[in-house]
């Protein structure tokens, strides 16, 4: 059978970083074959990705991956524990994945492993959650709590790369134990650097760069940072007007839905608590744009990034009860949204060996007539939120000619070959 390594991404976009990732999770894992699991249009932070999911994925298949399969939304737009957990269930539930590889500042396997292992203590969950009542938040609960039950250095989780390292190693113990864990150390370009003055930059440098210069200069410090196929890539789809796409492109539409919600609907979304909704509905009548909305309502027991994945199961139309069953059943399909000639080999195995199915053509599974239809199934029901995710995403598209709806159920799998 053949054995494949897995990864969890969202390539926004991809870069060298990325490619010396991919590198090192064949080398360690001694695997020809690659798949990575890929945020679709929404992120983890709750941010709109700069371009399209499937214009990503084919990015990241040209650079080398050789099947990339899209995360449920209700997985991707959530906090690390769940965008984990999501991850690595799909990714066991694929039947052909031996090892996950994933970057760290810190890649020691067995730490990370040990402060894994301690989130299952009673004690130190109880500890976790009165951190998080004081208004700490998941990051800084977990490094405080953690950094005294081992006397690690206070510092070793509050990097987000070691959060997810953490949550990854703890959703395989849980959900995938047969999977083999890879750690890999982060190079030069910390998580949120926003200056290039390498070849490899974080995604917010060059997000940054993108949107400062409206296209990525062939003579720039952001060009060398990206393979140059995907380079060229990105500059076309920039060109067609489909890049960058952004978060202050959703201003009006995330204003109308919350402007037009009552306050039981808003006090449903997920992460709402404590009042919540009453700062969020009053702000929403204040603001005039997206980050006047973040500014009102922000302060140390929200974050900025807790509020931007709020902001997005409003649009998308997700509460608690829906989220909470969905954590239950887990990830219960694999879309494909690119791959290339390794990929096909691989999706004729992961048709015999997965324990969910594979979708490459939507309409075989929910038809454009059903996705706002009632009594849908499980599967249907998280298929369609993803649906909804596109249809809102692409309404940020700076050229209007791509702004038409439906498309997860008119755009087929990017084949890449070569």
């Known amino acids: 059978m053949i054995n494949a390594v897995g990864m969890i991404v969202e390539y926004n976009p991809f870069h060298n970083g990325h490619l010396q990732h991919l590198n090192e999770a064949k080398r360690l894992s001694g695997s020809t074959y690659s798949i990575a699991v890929m945020s679709g249009n929404f992120l983890q932070r709750g941010e709109p990705s700069i371009t399209d999911k499937w214009s990503r994925a084919s990015l990241a298949v040209r650079a080398g991956v050789d099947l990339v399969i899209e995360l449920p939304a209700v997985f991707a737009v959530r906090s690390a524990q769940y965008f984990a957990t999501g991850g690595i269930q799909l990714l066991e539930r694929l039947g052909i994945v031996s ?55 206070s510092n070793l989780l509050k990097s987000p790369n070691n959060v997810l390292a953490v949550e990854y190693l703890r959703a395989i113990s849980h959900h995938a134990p047969q999977l083999i864990p890879l750690a890999i150390k982060r190079l030069e370009a910390n998580y949120h650097d926003k200056l290039i003055t390498s070849s490899i930059a974080s995604a917010t440098a060059i997000r940054t760069a993108i949107i400062n210069n409206g296209v990525l200069a062939p003579a720039s410090a952001a060009w060398q940072a990206v393979p140059p196929a995907c380079a060229r890539q990105m500059n076309d789809l920039i060109s067609a007007g ?60 929200y974050t900025l990034t807790r509020l931007q994945r709020i902001i997005i199961h409003a649009l998308l139309g997700t509460n608690k009860t829906t989220i909470a069953r969905f954590d239950q059943t887990g990830p219960l399909y694999a879309r494909v949204l690119a791959f290339n000639n390794n990929g096909r ?39 369609a939120y993803d649906v909804a995710a596109t249809n809102v995403y692409v309404l940020g598209f700076p050229n209007c000619a791509w702004r038409s709806g439906n498309q997860d159920f008119l755009v087929s799998p990017h084949y890449i070959s070569g």
């Open 99 to 153: 090892h996950v590889c994933f970057g760290a500042e810190t890649p020691e396997v067995q730490l990370l492993k040990n402060f894994a292992d301690a989130l299952n203590q009673n004690t130190v969950i109880e500890s976790l959650r009165q951190e998080m009542k004081n208004g700490k938040t998941y990051a800084a609960s977990l490094s405080t709590v953690l950094s005294a039950s081992f006397k690690a250095e």
């Open 242 to 301: 489909k890049a960058p796409v952004a978060a202050e492109s959703f201003s009006t539409v995330i204003l109308a839905r919350l402007r037009t919600m009552c306050l039981e609907e808003i006090a449903v979304l997920p992460d709402v608590s404590e009042g919540l909704h009453h700062k969020i509905s009053e702000a929403a009548f204040k603001a005039a744009t997206i980050q006047e909305l973040l500014m009102y309502i922000k302060s140390k027991r």
């Open 345 to 383: 080999i691989l999706l004729k195995e992961i048709d015999k060996q997965a324990t969910i199915p594979v979708i490459t053509k939507t309409s075989h599974f929910l038809t454009s007539k059903q996705q706002k239809q009632h009594g849908l199934s499980a599967l249907q029901s998280m298929l």
